[in-house]
């Protein structure tokens, strides 16, 4: 009989742009990176992706983070 002592726990990363700001899947979003644009944060099958307005281009939330804050290469549009 296996016991699990050690449950992993399923926590998804709270994404923030760069002036600090939370986040969500549905959020239009201008990025900084890949001339992308103005863009719509999903929730994909991989993760969170950035999809293109224009191009409709999918670009994994991972190489939109900031080195030095840890943070996404985003400006949240309101």
Not at 33 to 49: H, K, P, T, V
Request: glycine fraction near 6%.
């Amino acid at each position: 009989m296996v016991l699990k002592l050690f449950k992993r726990k399923s926590k998804k990363k709270q994404l923030q742009d760069l002036d600090g700001l939370a986040l969500f899947p549905g959020d239009k979003v201008n990025c900084l990176r890949y001339e992308m644009g103005e863009s719509i944060l999903i929730d994909g099958e991989n993760g969170f992706e950035y999809e293109s307005i224009a191009t409709k281009q999918k670009v994994s939330y991972t190489k939109m983070i900031d080195a030095a804050t840890t943070f996404q290469k985003v400006r949240k549009l309101t």
